[in-house]
């Protein structure tokens, strides 16, 4: 089938390489005019591990094209993709649909045949509805159909998300939408990967802000347990084990650390917020998610400067990742941010390692020198503080870092050393919701 896939961020081009590997034809548009002669160059506007690959093969196959002209990508196309920016409204938190309003007219505009039109962005409840108006205003002939059809990708592990998803989620109700939407998606079919759950259009769109909040609330709940373990003289890393073996819970996304971030539990939790309360629907559960999680990263700077005696003035600090989770580069919300704020302002020097978030982290931070590797970090620094649980930062020599630090004080915030593997190595432990070792 042949697919435009309108915006080039994260969404849509992940979602475009992977259509396109499963032998369909895609033409990924974006107005960035510098954005799609890099991609013409396989330069990737983000960081996702095998992406680079991914393209490179299927522009080879002659499956994948880029292109800024709408008109010529949408061109007798069976589906168009909406996958541009729903970033969070000032003021209300809201989500910007202007992008996605502006996409729809333009591709109506352009339409050529009777297509579906499909919103991959993640939006409120009731845009499709909009969507739908808007074509049936500017193309009343089209024939046009509008789906829902939610990401559930994550970063760092998106494609094989993609490949091998838990479900795929299609709103919509009409028999030849459901069609197209069947072809689309039937060479999952294959691997015996995914069910296709096909809903109302409205449904869809509020089952993927269900998810993220639901997976929110999970991360929240476990850090405040991990607050109560460090007062009662309990393991959080055993009590997540303990009850993520009940299959009712599961384990995952119960792992204790300095809160969540990113592009999507933020922005999507507000949006949900401001959807419930225009509706009269207070959230009450989600609403203290958000503001649990907020708090949590500037008090994992007070942690910090806990361990290294309660007075950081003058002192330096070595930061090991800034990125809000391995293997991206997405700096948005990331909890690196509060903490290297908090540690900022209580009179601290800061300098920091990130295997692929340098370039994104130095664009939102100031007076942080950026190192090269984990131990130049380390070299000097009054304490070294793990942030994000890069791959990279799992088997450090520790002698090495011991030796390095002016101070032997190691803050591992994702829990990614057993506390006496630490103090083997001669350096001062600070977990998460682990007992104190007085």
């Known amino acids: ?53 991914l393209v490179a093969s299927n522009v080879k196959a002659g499956r994948l094209s880029f292109t800024t002209d709408l008109a010529e990508g949408v ?129 869809s769109e509020l089952i993927k802000y269900a998810a993220n909040a639901f997976l929110a609330v999970k991360i929240t709940f476990i850090n405040e347990i991990a607050d109560l373990c460090e007062q009662v003289g309990a393991d959080v890393q055993e009590v997540s084990r303990g009850i993520g073996m009940d299959n009712r819970i599961g384990g995952k996304f119960l792992h204790a650390g300095p809160g969540y971030g990113g592009s999507c539990f933020p922005k999507d939790t507000l949006a949900l917020m401001k959807t419930a309360a225009d509706n009269d629907t207070p959230l009450r559960i989600v609403e203290a998610t958000v503001q649990v999680n907020d708090a949590r990263k ?69 007076d942080v020198e950026f190192v090269a590797n984990p131990y130049a970090a380390a070299d000097g620094a009054d304490a070294l503080v793990i942030v994000t649980e890069w791959d990279a930062f799992r088997a450090l020599d520790l002698t090495r870092i011991k030796n390095s630090l002016k101070s032997p004080i190691l803050v591992d915030l994702r829990n990614i050393y057993p506390p006496a593997e630490l103090e083997r190595a001669g350096l001062q432990y600070t977990g998460v919701g682990k007992p104190s070792r007085d």
């Not at 915006?7 to 590997?21: I, N, P, R």
């Not at 005019?33 to 013409?40: C, D, T, V």
């Open 75 to 203: 061109k007798d196309a069976d589906a168009v993709f909406i996958a541009v920016g729903t970033p969070s409204r000032r003021g209300d938190g809201h989500a910007d649909l202007s992008y996605v309003f502006a996409a729809a007219r333009e591709i109506a505009e352009n339409l050529t045949k009777p297509s579906v039109i499909v919103t991959k962005s993640t939006v409120p409840v009731g845009t499709g509805d909009e969507v739908e108006r808007i074509i049936a205003e500017v193309a009343p002939e089209s024939g046009a159909k509008v789906v829902s059809n939610p990401e559930f990708l994550r970063e760092g592990a998106a494609i094989e998300d993609f490949k091998r998803p838990d479900r795929v989620v299609v709103g919509t109700e009409d028999e030849f939408a459901r069609q197209v939407m069947r072809e689309i998606y039937r060479p999952l079919s294959l691997n015996q990967s995914a069910p296709i759950l096909f809903t109302g259009r409205r449904t």
């Open 298 to 366: 500037r008090a994992m700077g007070r942690k910090v400067i806990k361990a290294m005696g309660g007075d950081v003035r003058g002192k330096t600090v070595g930061i090991l990742g800034l990125t809000f989770k391995p293997n991206t580069d997405d700096m948005r919300d990331a909890p690196s941010l509060s903490i290297i704020a908090a540690l900022q302002d209580a009179g601290a020097t800061v300098k920091a390692y990130d295997p692929e978030g340098v370039e994104q982290a130095s664009k939102m931070l100031t």
């Open 1 to 53: 089938m042949r697919i435009a896939m309108i915006g080039t961020g994260y969404v849509g081009l992940v979602s475009g390489a992977c259509f396109s590997d499963f032998g369909h034809e895609v033409v990924c548009v974006d107005k960035d005019a510098r954005k799609i002669e890099l991609l013409h160059q396989n330069v990737m506007p983000i960081y996702e591990p095998g992406l680079d690959a």
